[in-house]
């Protein structure tokens, strides 16, 4: 099947620094890619869509000037966690979309691997 | 605005015996695509099962199947010879492709353990 891939898969980070976490998918074109937060025992909470070419597209609460999202080409989106402090300590799980063009597996939502932050 | 009800917060069955999860769901529209992910103590995603809503055949794969019936909205996951390995934690997805947005709406989960 689509694979997608995230990494780091686990990151410690000073309080203050920021840190990038990178999302690939590797066999296909994704003009689409969603950033989720997972809180302990909780469902996925999205935090943006990431379009290809064009700025994110951001939740509600959530603050874009602390998550920056990128997304420059179109297997690649990357979530950078901006002065990072020990709330945003969290699992971040980003996905994404096999566009409708690959037959059986378009439009089906692929997820990384995910990424545990701890800022410290 | 699309929801997705998982009613079930946990359950529990033997291994090798069946189980069903179900799922709910809430929409005007005709065209989505419902899923099933199985989340393990990993934390990662896995799909499980997809299903196009104009396709009336249920999804099948392996062990797992679907019981998707539009008309009540509910797209329930049936789960057969359970094992050891399909304790995770289960969520039902929707996604709607109108307006091009193709945003999922995830239900709350289901966690289920398989008992030996």
């Known amino acids: 099947g689509a694979v997608v891939s995230q990494h780091p898969s686990r990151v410690i980070c000073k309080s203050g620094t920021s840190v990038k976490i990178e999302c690939r998918s590797l066999?296909?074109?994704?003009?689409?890619m969603f950033w989720y937060r997972q809180f302990p025992k909780q469902s996925l909470m999205l935090m943006a869509t990431?379009?290809?070419?064009?700025?994110?597209?951001?939740e509600q609460g959530v603050e874009k000037d602390k998550f920056l999202i990128n997304h420059a080409s179109l297997t690649l989106s990357t979530l950078t966690v901006t002065s990072a402090h020990p709330e945003d300590s969290s699992f971040y799980i980003c996905?994404?979309?096999?566009?409708?063009?690959?037959?059986?597996?378009?439009?089906?939502?692929?997820f990384g691997e995910g990424s545990w932050l701890t800022v410290v | 605005a699309q929801t997705v009800t998982q009613s079930q917060p946990e359950m529990s069955v033997q291994e090798a015996e069946t189980v069903t999860l179900s799922c709910t769901y809430d929409?005007?529209?005709?065209?989505?695509?419902l899923f099933w992910y199985k989340q393990p103590p990993s934390r990662q995603m896995i799909l499980v099962i997809r299903?196009?809503?104009?396709?009336?055949q249920n999804a099948t794969e392996n062990r797992f199947s679907v019981n998707f019936q539009k008309a009540a909205k509910s797209f329930s996951l049936k789960i057969s010879d359970s094992q050891l390995g399909d304790t995770a934690m289960y969520f039902c997805?929707?996604?709607?492709?109108?307006?091009?947005?193709?945003?999922?709406?995830f239900g709350r989960g289901t966690s289920l353990i398989v008992h030996p």
């Open positions: 997805a929707f996604m709607n492709p109108a307006g091009g947005s193709y945003i999922p709406t």
């Open positions: 299903q196009e809503a104009y396709k009336q």
């Open positions: 929409t005007s529209e005709s065209n989505y695509y």
């Open positions: 066999d296909f074109q994704a003009t689409t």
């Open positions: 996905s994404a979309r096999a566009p409708n063009r690959q037959g059986a597996t378009g439009n089906t939502i692929y």
């Open positions: 990431s379009n290809e070419g064009s700025k994110a597209t951001y």
